[in-house]
């Protein structure tokens, strides 16, 4: 069973740090491209981050460059979403999901069930 298991997130002050983890079974994670969306209250969806399939290289969306930095750990088949200098825009429902290739938030086959990340003081 293809499967994404999402952990960590929760309540920071803003400047904290948050690490997202995003746990894969039933495939191999890294022959997959793996994208990172939020989704803040009243707002639409929004692209993190995504790694391409193979050779892993990652995309960051302006607003989180230079803060967010996507990992992998092949053994355990599991991608982290690591945050820093979180700000209280940072705040929403974050979600990992699987597909072939990097692209929009409809085109991917499998999602993590998401997981709260809010930052304030």
């Known amino acids: 069973q293809v499967q994404l298991v999402q952990s960590g997130g929760g309540l920071v002050q803003p400047g904290g740090s948050l690490r997202l983890s995003c746990a894969a079974s039933?495939?191999?994670?890294?022959?997959?491209?793996i994208g990172w969306f939020r989704q803040a209250p009243g707002k639409e969806r929004e692209g993190v981050s995504c790694?391409?399939?193979?050779?892993?290289?990652?995309y960051y969306a302006d607003s989180v460059k230079g803060r967010f930095t996507i990992s992998r750990d092949n053994a355990k088949n599991t991608e982290y979403l690591q945050m820093n200098s979180l700000e209280p825009e940072d705040t929403a429902v974050y979600y990992c999901?699987?597909?072939?290739?990097?692209?929009?938030?409809?085109?991917?086959?499998?999602w993590g069930q998401g997981t709260q990340v809010t930052v304030s003081s």
């Open positions: 039933g495939f191999t994670l890294d022959y997959y491209a």
């Open positions: 999901a699987a597909d072939p290739f990097c692209s929009y938030a409809e085109e991917y086959d499998y």
């Open positions: 790694t391409r399939a193979n050779n892993g290289s990652t």
